[in-house]
């Protein structure tokens, strides 16, 4: 049954008050509305590139490179019913390089979440759409939809497994337009709660360009470890996150002729320290090493930044 506004439950309730037929008693049986929570965050950045780069075009610059950063982001959660939570969010992110304007990007990002807490296993489906600028420039457009399924298999471990389709434009390069197919599983495993978990996942991907050299396979990994601790009265974040991707391709790539084979590795590091109630300032840097027999795409990159975050 649909909720009604919450001015309709007042005026509802102000009626029954004044009706001589209906008591207190009456009254505090009427269901109160669910309530609706509301979140917003703001950032504001600089970051160094050793490699200033375009990923989804196999682009390396072999030079660095700094940038400004701004990070936008407004949220909001709308129970449904006892079980039942609907979440919609937009996000806004902009990077600008000192030197490398033409790869000055901006990114927008809206999605809405909908999930059920049942009694053992909770489901859940997200859909996003990104739009992404480079210079200005329409660049990228993305959409994925993604049912999962989560839930805890015992106290301290908790399993999440999830189908993800996308549906990729690159504009200006119409062979890389493409369509994925992938399967994920995550386990956590939670030492003190949040205070200290492991996460460790696995990801297969299917990618199906519109140009048969872009078609490829990947098996990937990834281990984090989270841990939150006390310095000086306050409770700071530590992250350590590795992922490793083997990208298998279809088809021959003309200019190498053969089929390309690509080896990812990255490290990163996130420490956050509050400044005050709703304000941290995060510190942040991360290491890649791209393995290739695809000249483009066989490169080494180090970021290193700082940003300071405002939520409420």
Not at 125 to 132: H, N, P
């Amino acid at each position: 049954m649909p909720r009604l506004p919450r001015h309709v439950y007042l005026a509802a309730a102000m009626l029954v008050l004044a009706s001589p037929c209906v008591t207190a008693a009456d009254v505090e049986k009427e269901p109160a509305p669910f309530p609706t929570d509301w979140s917003a965050d703001l950032g504001i950045g600089v970051e160094y590139d050793s490699n200033v780069s375009v990923d989804e075009l196999d682009v390396n610059s072999s030079q660095g490179d700094y940038a400004m950063t701004l990070d936008a982001g407004l949220g909001v959660k709308q129970d449904l019913s006892d079980t039942a939570e609907l979440g919609l969010s937009y996000s806004f992110s902009q990077s600008l390089y000192d030197e490398f304007n033409q790869v000055d990007r901006m990114t927008n990002m809206i999605g809405t979440d909908l999930g059920f807490n049942l009694a053992r296993v909770d489901p859940a489906l997200s859909v996003y759409y990104i739009d992404s600028r480079l210079d200005g420039s329409r660049f990228l457009d993305l959409l994925r939809v993604s049912p999962s399924m989560s839930g805890f298999l015992s106290k301290r471990w908790f399993a999440r497994g999830a189908y993800v389709y996308s549906d990729k434009t690159i504009h200006d390069r119409k062979g890389r337009d493409a369509k994925t197919n992938a399967g994920e599983a995550d386990a956590y495993f939670f030492m003190r709660g949040l205070r200290q978990y492991f996460n460790i996942g696995y990801r297969f991907r299917h990618e199906n360009a519109r140009a048969d050299q872009y078609d490829y396979e990947s098996n990937s990994v990834k281990l984090r470890y989270i841990h939150r601790f006390e310095i000086l009265s306050r409770m700071t974040k530590l992250e350590l996150a590795w992922r490793y991707e083997d990208r298998n391709y279809r088809s021959d790539t003309p200019s190498i002729g053969e089929r390309r084979d690509d080896q990812r590795n990255r490290v990163r590091l996130d420490y956050e320290v509050p400044v005050f109630a709703n304000g941290a300032m995060q510190f942040f840097a991360g290491y890649a090493e791209y393995e290739s027999n695809y000249p483009p795409a066989a490169y080494n990159q180090t970021l290193v930044g700082t940003r300071f975050v405002y939520s409420w």
